[in-house]
């Protein structure tokens, strides 16, 4: 997959499954970032959040007792807007 402004599909919000133990923090902290599948396991539901998510990733991340969620910021410099929560209408 490839964004809107053809950067490359490299999720910046990533979770490892096989280290999940199910606890939902992720899901109750950034529940437009993550969810749980039927056996109560994390699922990414948006891999590239826009800046105000990013800020509930993170702090979806730091509550994670299993330490599953993996963020990468990005390595541009930028703050992370990404021209996706109308920071720049232009
Ligand atoms: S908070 Fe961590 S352990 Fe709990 S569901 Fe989310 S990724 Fe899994």
Known sequence: MVSAAGRPAQPRVTADR???I???QCAFAAPAVFDQDDDGYV???DGDP???EWEAAQEAADLCPAQAILLADGA???DGADGMVGMDAG
Do not use: P, R, T
């Open 18 to 20: 096989e280290l999940c």
């Open 22 to 24: 199910g606890a939902a």
């Open 43 to 45: 699922v990414v539901l």
């Open 50 to 52: 826009g800046s105000g």
């Open 76 to 78: 541009d410099g930028a």
